[in-house]
């Protein structure tokens, strides 16, 4: 089983629909959460970071379900410039140490359609 | 800041020879890590360095790459001798402390073709 496990999709939607994607991972002392967002042929960038208590950035939420082991991403009114692929990542510790590594899921993919 | 430079940004060689990847990290950052990217895979992790020295080498494939990090502002991945799997998008990334809350930034990638 990999340790965070994300559907692949892809999945198509049209502009200004909301869309939800979830992450569950295995590791239960993972402490720290993201969203990475990376566009066709680029390198990835942090979309934005997941905390507890969830957090929104614009048309983004982004929630963790510690009990439960999942993350999840929502995005409202979606835009065209928001297809892309969307990599859910976990930050492991080791006991009480720093990893100082990232795990990545392997990517959900979004096309937002005119 | 120029953010995270890596060359060359693509690479196309026969099997057998050998290749090197060059990295540049945004400077202040204390972990570089490399990645390799492929559709099958995803990003999985080949090793990172703190004040460069390497923490975790875990990922790396086999015996055919090594990583080095002569000084805070470079690093290498070396593949000898190459082959068609090692094709692949590879990525290097710096963060700042290697703390829970830091971002890693990704350098373009290079892109890898092992004829």
């Known amino acids: 089983r990999k340790e965070v496990e994300q559907d692949p999709g892809p999945f198509n939607v049209p502009e200004g629909a909301t869309v939800a994607f979830n992450c569950t991972y295995s590791?239960?002392?993972?402490?720290?959460f993201f969203w990475y967002r990376q566009d066709c042929r680029k390198e990835p960038k942090l979309l934005m970071s997941?905390?507890?208590s969830g957090n929104e950035d614009g048309r983004f939420t982004a929630q963790l379900n510690r009990a439960s082991q999942y993350i999840s991403l929502l995005i409202r009114d979606s835009k065209l410039s928001d297809s892309a692929t969307y990599l859910c990542?976990?930050?492991?510790?080791?006991?009480?140490?720093?990893?100082?590594?990232?795990?990545f899921g392997q990517g959900t993919t979004l096309q937002v359609k005119p | 800041d120029a953010g995270v430079i890596q060359s060359p940004r693509h690479e196309v060689t026969e099997m057998g020879q050998e290749v090197t990847l060059r990295c540049k990290p945004i400077?202040?950052?204390?972990?570089l890590f490399w990645y390799r990217q492929t559709m099958m895979r995803g990003l999985e992790l080949l090793i990172y360095?703190?004040?460069?020295?390497?923490?975790?080498d875990s990922g790396m494939p086999e015996d055919r790459f090594s990583a080095k990090m002569p000084n805070a502002s470079f690093s290498t991945l070396k593949i000898q001798p190459s082959e068609p799997r090692d094709s692949a998008v590879y990525f290097c990334?710096?963060?700042?402390?290697?703390?829970?809350?830091?971002?890693?930034?990704f350098g373009p990638g290079t892109r890898l073709t092992v004829l």
């Open positions: 360095f703190n004040n460069n020295v390497p923490i975790d």
């Open positions: 990542v976990a930050y492991p510790l080791m006991g009480s140490s720093n990893t100082g590594k990232l795990i």
């Open positions: 590791n239960s002392a993972s402490q720290s």
């Open positions: 400077s202040g950052h204390d972990y």
């Open positions: 990334a710096s963060s700042l402390r290697g703390s829970t809350t830091d971002t890693q930034y």
């Open positions: 997941v905390y507890s």
